[in-house]
């Protein structure tokens, strides 16, 4: 599987808006509805010793793995296993703090001992290119937690930049705001998914939105965002608890002041726009942060785990080779 595909895994997406395609994938017997771009990922590239592009499943499980877990949680692993306290690990020990990640993560558990596909994912998971990264060629060199707690930032950073390059199907650097909207709801509840999808719709027409792009400076801000959650649902509760309404000026406020981040003006106009439940003007503080939670879940427990979603991303990844392209 390619990166792009590693991603679609683990994060829910829409085909691009700019794209002619209907929905994601097809049904046995169609013609594929088309093909998606996406730039070569540099930050796998790193690892490709082989340099063929692709993540094999032990690779992706390793991914899934590190993308499910809490930089805190990994941070305890890892001192744990730090015997003389200096802030660094060898390989051995590094396979040890892994194995301890994987036995409490779902995906771990679930490919442990190979119950569900007769594949075994602990067989050295951590052998390959991503080894060679982190230790050397030699297998000798000495892991820093910082070094490796910045490598699970890039890696939840690429797979936000993989998402964003997934929408921006024109590589125009910017993604319409229908886009963006799609990027924001399709994690929601099934029972809320028809109307927010319906509100994402009526940007195409709304002469407010129909030529509002978002940059990637903005799509990353919403993304951290997410990952800052729980400091700003509390401090939007509180505000809405007291002062009855949350203003476009407050929501602002909260992201600045709370989680350090700068939110435009249009994606704060998309935010309300979809989260505004009694079409007043007002966001619905509640279902916004909902929705948002949901994200965040199904990083923690993607969509496709596994062999099976290994093998359909691997499907998808084969169906956009040249020769399959030939074929069709």
């Known amino acids: 599987m390619k990166p792009v595909d590693l991603m679609r895994a683990v994060v829910p997406v829409f085909p ?3 794209s002619k395609l209907v929905r994601e994938g097809y049904l046995n017997g169609e013609r594929s509805p ?5 730039l070569p990922s540099e930050f796998f590239m790193l690892f490709d010793v082989d340099n063929d592009g692709l993540i094999s499943f032990k690779e992706h499980i390793f991914f899934v793995t590190l993308l499910s877990i809490q930089e805190s949680s990994f941070s305890a692993a890892f001192r744990m296993f730090d015997k003389d306290n200096d802030g660094e690990i060898d390989k051995e020990e590094f396979k040890k703090v892994m194995q301890s990640m994987r036995s409490h993560t779902r995906q771990g558990v679930q490919h442990r001992d190979g119950r569900r596909t007769g594949l075994r ?10 080894m060679e990264y982190l230790f050397g060629k030699d297998g000798n060199g000495r892991l820093t937690h910082d070094k490796f707690v910045r490598f699970i930032r890039d890696l939840h950073d690429e797979i936000v930049r993989l998402e964003f390059a997934h929408y921006d199907y024109k590589s125009r650097k910017t993604i319409p705001a229908k886009d963006f909207a799609h990027s924001i709801v399709a994690s929601a509840d099934l029972s809320h998914l028809g109307r927010l999808l319906e509100r994402v719709d009526e940007l195409s027409n709304d002469p407010r939105f ?10 990353k801000n919403f993304a951290e965002l997410r990952k800052k959650l729980s400091p700003f649902s509390s401090g939007i509760f509180s505000f809405a608890e007291v002062q009855g309404l949350l203003t476009r000026d407050d929501f602002q406020r909260a992201a600045s002041h709370v989680c350090g981040l700068s939110l435009s003006d249009n994606v704060v106009e998309i935010v309300f726009h979809l989260f505004d439940a ?3 003007g007002n966001l619905s503080t ?3 942060v909902s929705v948002l939670q949901h994200r965040e879940r199904d990083i923690a427990q993607p969509v496709e785990t596994g062999i099976m979603g290994f093998l359909s991303c691997c499907w998808k990844c084969k169906d956009t080779s040249p020769s399959s392209r030939l074929l069709s």
């Open 286 to 288: 509640e279902e916004f």
């Open 210 to 219: 129909r030529d509002v792009r978002i940059t990637f400076d903005e799509f």
């Open 16 to 18: 691009p808006s700019e």
């Open 278 to 280: 009694n079409e007043d």
């Open 34 to 38: 088309g093909h998606l771009f996406c």
């Open 121 to 130: 994912a602990n067989a050295s998971v951590e052998n390959g290119g991503l």
